[in-house]
């Protein structure tokens, strides 16, 4: 995650540098050291911050289960950690999942293959993202 998507997801959420700081569990001066590029931000707080995201746009209505968005097949669904536990607007949240053939592990290899997709971009479309896998 960049500075910009940092800045423009904090905004989205409409808080200040100090209640998003509260709210992932980081300095207020980490907040301004993320916005600035100073420092990237580490994985634990872009997951924190994207679960947040998420959860207003659940809410806002205007999310669906990624099988339903991806077209999944029933046999590629009864692989899939989100399909499990029935977490098809999370799905880029839970490592394991299956998508493009194979079951989806570490958080960076994870999310780099999320920004392609649609079920993401439906979730997140204020971030530069890359073209639809």
């Keep these: 995650m960049d500075k910009k998507e940092f800045s423009r997801a904090r905004q989205y959420l409409g808080k200040t ?7 992932i569990c980081v ?3 980490a907040i301004q050291s993320f916005e600035q590029g100073w420092r990237n931000v580490p994985a634990s707080a872009e997951r924190q911050l994207l679960f947040l995201l998420s959860l207003k746009r659940s809410l806002e209505g205007s999310a669906s289960p990624c099988w339903e968005v991806r077209g999944c097949p029933a046999e590629q669904r009864e692989k899939c950690a989100a399909w499990e536990f029935q977490a098809g607007y999370y799905c880029w949240f839970i490592n394991g999942t299956y998508c493009h053939g194979e079951a989806q592990g570490s958080w960076d290899k994870k999310v780099e293959i999320c920004r392609g997709c649609k079920v993401f ?6 971030f530069e993202l890359s073209p639809d896998i």
């Design 121 to 126: 971009r439906q979730l997140f479309p204020f």
């Design 27 to 29: 300095s207020p001066k």
């Design 17 to 23: 540098q100090n209640e998003l700081a509260k709210l």
